[in-house]
């Protein structure tokens, strides 16, 4: 019961953020953002041509019916139509946001689980030569560019140049076989980058926690070491990790990941959100605004259920 | 750990030998499907072919769709041919009149759109809805211009409210398969822009059944049709409907000198299409492009990314690939229809019109001290390994009205007479007006102002007064030009159809922002010389004419121009094309055929 106010309580504080999102985030767009107008007009223009695509496109409407629109749009899940492909969003959304989580899923997890592992590793053997050969491999990974990665892995193990064993570009998911297939480049260049972050964050979370006082006690108690690291060390790590995985979740549903659809071919919901960013496509940004805004609401809701699960002491009220 | 990674690559390995990387050619093998994997850098933004205003989308719109006319396959120069049409149009005396007749029996695709899901017959009707779309503020059309002002009624019926129950005097069909265009004055390109995605022709209860989205559902009734869309690819299947008509490759205009060499002689007297699968992968990142090109079993075409030129080629002039290349593929190069330019805006006091005779001169000279400062060749050097074609004017090296006579001296640089010009200007460090050069936002174009600020001050522009505004996209900084906002305009133009009049309405006055004209040229002189010759069918005196205005460019001095891009095409040697992504491009897709053991044996005999 208690929970269950605690959502609803939530929910319903929710609201002011996700109009205090959706209204600036809609006056950038609006003022700011790229015009579709200029994307829509012919080589050869007039200024009556001008005038008839922004009636067409509803931008000499004023702001606030404007706004309006987008909140009933928002209430109602229907966002229209892009602007670019003529595409219902929610179609467009819904076909594309399944690729990119089943593209991202993999690394995320893979990252997250590998890093903590690692972290672990490290700091047990703090200030030792493991230590430092882990803490150097994650500083590697965080000082090369993505984009590095991606072509690097992509030439070492997809193309003729070097092992050849994936392919190149291209998304299939009808068998497992060929799900693998496809995801295996792009999870592993995702997961070299992320370990990187991810270890030093978690390192830095763990070597903090071995230094409490529960921890000497523990150890002075005689606890084995792996007892010690899971229950006395990594229970105690819970909240700033579920605080970092599950603040990270919005962003892989919402952005995938562009770099890694763009050059391994894969029709996730990157590619569309940065297009439509880059071409000023409303309908498609509204969407895909909104639905960050409640996923990020989503997501504070369930972090802290979650904390609560991982530590008693805390409160949902 | 390791040994769970292990697993997983052994796992995907094994996934990918089996099925997963060869899913396209294992499809070929066992089903005997052709499947030809295309690549372009960019994806189409829409399929709609009222708005297919790129190369990229009439890459599908005219594989999907059908046009009136289309150009020759392997022709060059481009040569017209009909295409939807039976013949070439009877056009009357006065050229005003165009009748054209259509093919019978071209069906559309089957679509949901038509009762019981059944393609129809395509009409004339529909050719004359598809252009009335155009003038449609609805349906957002892109091609309008082509048209504006052109066609007798077809302006006042979208004055009246573009209602399509309304007949257009001058745009008529006068029975299912004849269409009578009647123009209010001659327009000699008329033809080639009904080869364009713009003029495609769509069935009407597709367009009104899918309402928006139409823009990614074709309906047509072109060779292929569209199976699958994504922003990654667009996967087509053959139109089993599509008309049969033999093709006769010597009136396509095939070379056996220039064109054996491609094996195209084996699609003589079969009818098109001769694939079942054509997919374009969109592959805007060059490394990517090249990966997949280069793997053997992925896209089978590519234009040959920059970075790549020194890797693949022996030599520059004349193209010649390295053998382990010229073993493994086919390709020629080819100078763009178009060129890159950067003009003056004269709309802006700091170098264009001024009312004061004696500062409008001074202005000149600013230009033409400006222009002999340019390095041509350097630029080509950098940035397009010194393949790019230079030349004076607008007129670009594809068109056949090009002057290849027409003195240099506008595009070779020469320090001592850019300081000339500013000392006779009354120009120094002091007075030189704050030059402001825009740009999208990117390395590339930094790259290019940094060059240029370079080439300046070494005539005496202070480095301070140069600077770089950059737009965040593309749209911003087409606004920018569309609404005079920019003192120097840099841009590209691609041809729309092979005559030089694309380019010189570039600067015909009455096109000023937001039309075409960024420099905002105002010249009587030019604009009375280009209605003239805008309806006058190629000739010697076309010619002139078009070249006399080609100098009235270069003496006002009011661009730096021009450059026309080598393009170096790429293919896999099991592929039989001859691929081409200028003007309409796409095309020739139509066209393309795959060895298979049976035509390698017809080739041998």
């Known amino acids: ?317 | 750990m390791r040994s769970i990674l292990v697993v997983i690559m052994a796992v995907a390995i094994g996934a990918c030998g089996g099925e997963g990387q060869q899913a396209t050619q294992a499809a070929a093998s066992t089903t005997g499907l052709k499947v030809y994997r295309h690549a372009m850098d960019q994806a189409p933004s829409t399929l709609d072919p009222v708005q297919a205003s790129n190369v990229y989308a009439n890459h599908v719109v005219v594989n999907a769709y059908d046009t009136l006319f289309s150009y020759k396959y392997l022709a060059r120069p481009y040569a017209l041919k009909p295409n939807l049409a039976v013949e070439m149009p009877e056009i009357s005396d006065d050229e005003l009149t165009y009748t054209i007749r259509i093919k019978q029996g071209v069906r559309f695709i089957d679509d949901p759109a038509f009762p019981d899901g059944k393609g129809r017959e395509l009409i004339a009707e529909d050719f004359i809805y598809s252009i009335k779309r155009q003038f449609d503020p609805s349906q957002l059309p892109v091609g309008t211009w082509f048209w504006i002002e052109r066609i007798v009624g077809l302006d006042a019926w979208k004055e009246a409210g573009s209602d399509y129950s309304i007949e257009v005097e001058g745009f008529r069909a006068l029975d299912d398969y004849t269409i009578r265009i009647q123009l209010k004055r001659p327009y000699p390109q008329l033809l080639d822009t009904l080869t364009t995605g713009y003029s495609a022709i769509v069935p009407r209860e597709a367009v009104e059944y899918y309402g928006k989205e139409f823009a990614s559902h074709p309906v047509g009734s072109g060779p292929f049709k569209v199976i699958e869309y994504d922003t990654a690819k667009i996967l087509f299947e053959r139109n089993e409907h599509y008309r049969q008509e033999p093709v006769d490759i010597w009136y396509e205009g095939y070379d056996p000198e220039t064109q054996a060499y491609t094996g195209v002689e084996v699609i003589h007297g079969r009818s098109p299409p001769f694939i079942d699968r054509l997919e374009i992968d969109f592959i805007g990142e060059d490394a990517a492009r090249w990966s997949s090109f280069t793997k053997g079993n992925e896209v089978q075409y590519t234009v040959l990314p920059n970075e790549q030129v020194d890797q693949v080629l022996a030599s520059k002039n004349p193209v010649t690939f390295k053998p382990e290349y010229a073993e493994k593929y086919h390709g020629y190069d080819v100078v763009e229809f178009g060129f890159v330019f950067n003009a003056f805006n004269m709309d802006h006091a700091e170098f264009g019109y001024r009312e004061d005779p004696v500062e409008n001169h001074r202005n000149k000279l600013l230009r033409c001290a400006l222009i002999k400062a340019w390095d041509w060749p350097a630029r080509s050097e950098s940035f397009y390994f010194g393949l790019a074609k230079i030349y004076p004017g607008i007129i670009p090296p594809a068109v056949p009205e090009f002057d290849p006579d027409m003195s240099r001296d506008s595009v070779t640089r020469d320090v001592v007479e850019a300081r000339r010009l500013l000392k006779e200007g009354g120009w120094t460090a002091e007075n030189l007006p704050v030059f402001i050069f825009g740009g999208a936002a990117g390395i590339k174009n930094r790259l290019f102002f940094e060059q240029a600020r370079s080439w300046f001050k070494e005539v005496g522009y202070p480095m301070e007064k140069m600077k770089l505004k950059q737009f965040a996209t593309f749209g911003d900084l087409s606004k920018a030009w569309r609404n005079s906002e920019l003192m120097y305009v840099s841009k590209g133009w691609g041809l729309d159809y092979p005559d030089a009049e694309n380019t010189l309405q570039l600067f015909y006055g009455p096109n000023k922002t937001p039309g075409s004209n960024d420099a905002n040229y105002l010249n009587p002189e030019y604009d009375a010389l280009y209605e003239k010759s805008s309806v006058m069918r190629s000739s010697p005196e076309r010619t002139r004419i078009y070249r006399e205005m080609n100098q009235m460019i270069v003496d006002d001095c009011v661009a730096h121009t021009g450059l026309s891009r080598t393009r170096i095409f790429m293919w896999h040697k099991d592929v039989i094309a001859l691929p081409d992504r200028q003007i309409v491009g796409g095309f020739f897709l139509k066209y393309v055929d795959l060895k298979t053991e049976d035509t390698i044996v017809e080739q041998i005999n």
């Open chain 1, 1 to 317: 019961m208690e929970t269950l106010q605690y959502i609803i309580r939530k929910l319903i504080t929710g609201i002011p953020l996700l109009l205090g999102v959706t209204f600036i985030s809609f006056m950038l767009m609006v003022y700011f953002g790229p015009d579709k107008t200029y994307e829509l007009l012919g080589k050869n223009a007039t200024q009556e041509q001008i005038d008839e695509i922004r009636h067409q496109l509803g931008y000499d409407q004023p702001f606030f019916i404007r706004y309006a629109d987008y909140l009933k749009e928002l209430v109602t899940l229907d966002f229209g139509h892009s602007d670019s492909t003529g595409e219902p969003v929610s179609g467009l959304l819904g076909r594309t946001m399944p690729i990119s989580l089943a593209l991202i899923i993999p690394g995320f997890v893979l990252g997250n689980l590998i890093a903590i592992i690692l972290a672990l590793t490290a700091a047990y053997h703090r200030g030792s030569w493991v230590d430092r050969l882990i803490m150097g491999f994650s500083v590697v990974g965080m000082s090369i560019s993505f984009l590095i990665v991606i072509i690097a892995f992509q030439i070492l193990l997809s193309s003729s140049y070097g092992l050849n064993l994936f392919p190149v570009r291209g998304w299939n998911m009808s068998t497992f076989g060929n799900y693998l297939s496809y995801v295996t480049v792009p999870t592993l260049a995702t997961v070299f980058v992320s370990l990187g972050y991810n270890t030093r964050f978690y390192r830095a979370v763990i070597v903090e926690e071995m230094t409490r006082d529960h921890v000497r006690t523990a150890r002075a108690f005689g606890v084995p070491p792996a007892r010690l690291f899971y229950k006395n060390i990594l229970k105690n790590c819970m909240i700033p990790i579920i605080t970092r995985v599950i603040f990270s979740i919005p962003l892989v549903v919402i952005s995938g990941s562009l770099l890694i659809e763009s050059y391994f071919g894969i029709p996730g919901v990157g590619k569309v959100t940065f297009d439509a960013i880059t071409t000023g496509d409303q309908p498609v940004l509204k969407a895909v605004v909104g639905m960050t805004a409640v996923l990020f609401v989503m997501a504070q809701l369930v972090t802290d259920i979650l904390y609560r699960a991982v530590d008693p002491r805390v409160t949902l009220k």
